[in-house]
């Protein structure tokens, strides 16, 4: 029997930006709560709220403050639990964020770290003395560009921060620090939570010696400073998966298949030590390769095949078109083959993560200069880096400010939100989101496209097409990601969706077409 978050779908929701309470403009917990039955009627099994946690907000929550409380801007622990509750009521699962790598310079923990060189919680975090010319301790470079060490005065040592300096990394090597920090999972998993997104995971354990990295041949800086040098002895460390094991044993203590998804950002070879060698690791090491690849079916087609190779024996696939973190699908590959990139996502074989919007189609928004919230773009501005265009509010309907809120929205919604919103695609069967939710209606029906087997077909010009197959139930997919027509010969059946809708041509598949068949059994 397959658990949950195998047949199930995940659906990632920004909680600034989904449904706003109290008129601050900033979504709110209340909000999401207000707006579960759209995940029921999208047909979705669990939610994934990016944190929630109390915050400075120098990193919109993914620096934390304390990790066992809700951040007011968000609400409170009761309004967590009302969610939490009323979620469950409908059958949704919901996950939350665990950001294990670094806190807030806020957290106490290292403002008690940062007070002296012998405060018991100085080795929590990550503490150096100066090169020999004064300078930091080695040339290791934030992910949001500039050197990752941050110099303190007060105790004449640097610190490091993979992140913002107002995300000091944690100290993971230290027994106490990672003491506490399993805690945290133990506090969420007792209030009822069905799992976790686990930040930067592969992050969590730097070089004992830290040696400097490598430089990147590749380098080029519109790519942004942190590629300047190659990751490799500030992340994916040996001694990382002793502690994902940890934290998986903590998971599997608990009833009901609790879940941990990993953030990893790694090759193949590597993404799939995360589910562990020695022992189990994370349920599900994020997949991000539709994220990176070209739009191509041959592409596709071997990015899929080395991913289905490389899994260990019983490692469960998992795959994801987009994040708060990265360019909208919609945006990336313009939006007819959205709904084609929709199919690949709901009919490959593995655990779907939806991204909050991609179900209406929405693309990046433009946001002006004036309006830049996002620390990726303000420190290196102009190189296309920023995050805010992918994370603005859920338009919800036609009334004022897509009914996402009653104030001014912390980032503009998009120029097409009166008519590209949920109201209007819900009265609408032409629309993405009926697409998405014919797609999610036909996982839960079928569960050759649940659980079923993968094979390939055919990756041929722009046609690709596969097979899913359960017991006697066999399902084609065919996907033409292109705009002119391609040769293809659906085998007898009847078709279950089509990204165009009417009845495809025989022996053809439009442009932009993509077609679900179930094959009648010969
Ligand atoms: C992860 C998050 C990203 C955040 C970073 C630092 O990559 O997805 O939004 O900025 O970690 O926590």
Not at 380 to 405: I, K, Q
Not at 480 to 508: C, H, I, W, Y
Request: aromatic content about 10%.
């Amino acid at each position: 029997m397959a658990t949950w978050w195998q047949s199930g779908a995940i659906y990632q929701v920004y909680p600034r930006s989904f449904q706003d309470s109290d008129g601050d403009g900033i979504g709110d917990l209340k909000g999401i709560e207000a707006r579960l039955d759209h995940l029921v009627a999208l047909g979705v099994d669990a939610l994934w709220i990016s944190p929630i946690f109390p915050s400075p907000m120098a990193d919109f929550g993914y620096d934390v403050a304390d990790y066992c409380d809700v951040d007011p801007r968000f609400g409170t622990l009761g309004d967590f639990d009302e969610l939490l509750a009323a979620a469950h009521a409908r059958g949704l699962k919901v996950l939350l964020d665990f950001v294990p790598n670094h806190s807030s310079s806020a957290h106490p923990w290292f403002r008690e770290s940062r007070a002296s060189r012998d405060n018991p919680k100085r080795d929590w975090y990550i503490w150096r003395d100066p090169a020999p010319d004064g300078g930091p301790p080695n040339n290791w470079i934030s992910d949001f560009g500039g050197s990752a060490w941050e110099w303190d005065a007060v105790t004449g040592q640097y610190y490091y921060h993979a992140f913002l300096k107002e995300q000091p990394d944690l100290n993971w090597r230290n027994p106490a620090l990672r003491a506490a920090m399993m805690d945290v999972l133990r506090f969420w998993f007792d209030r009822g939570v069905d799992g976790f997104r686990i930040d930067v995971l592969w992050h969590m354990v730097k070089h004992a010696q830290f040696p400097d990295n490598p430089p990147n041949p590749a380098y080029r800086p519109e790519m942004g400073g942190m590629h300047a040098v190659l990751q490799l002895h500030s992340t994916d460390q040996p001694e990382v998966h002793a502690i994902a094991a940890e934290m998986r044993r903590i998971a599997d203590g608990y009833d009901g298949d609790r879940v941990l998804i990993g953030e990893i950002y790694l090759p193949v070879e590597r993404l799939m030590h995360y589910y562990g060698r020695e022992a189990p690791e994370v349920h599900l090491p994020f997949n991000f390769q539709l994220i990176e690849a070209t739009w191509d079916a041959r592409h596709l087609a071997a990015l899929i095949d080395e991913y289905e190779r490389a899994l260990p024996p019983g490692g469960w696939p998992n795959w994801v078109l987009g994040n708060h973190d990265r360019p909208r699908i919609a945006s990336r590959v313009g939006e007819r083959q959205a709904r084609v990139a929709a199919m690949l996502l709901l009919t490959l074989r593995g655990t779907p993560t939806i991204y909050y919007g991609d179900e209406i189609g929405l693309a990046d928004v433009a946001i002006p200069r004036d309006r830049v919230q996002d620390p990726r773009e303000l420190r290196e501005p102009g190189l296309g880096l920023g995050r805010d265009p992918v994370r603005t509010p859920m338009p919800w309907n036609d009334s004022e400010h897509a009914g996402f809120t009653s104030g001014e929205p912390w980032l503009p919604l998009g120029p097409d939100w009166s008519t590209r919103n949920v109201a209007a695609q819900g009265g609408d069967e032409a629309s993405m989101l009926a697409l998405y939710r014919r797609l999610l209606h036909l996982r839960r029906k079928h569960a050759a496209l649940a659980v079923g087997d993968f094979r390939l077909i055919e990756a041929e010009g722009d046609v690709l097409a596969f097979e899913r197959r359960h017991g006697d139930e066999r399902i084609v997919v065919a996907l033409n990601l292109g705009a002119e027509p391609q040769p293809f010969a659906l085998p007898e059946g009847d078709v279950l969706a089509s990204t165009r809708g009417g009845t495809p041509k025989s022996g053809v598949l439009r442009g932009d077409e993509g077609v679900v068949f179930l094959a009648r059994p010969a």
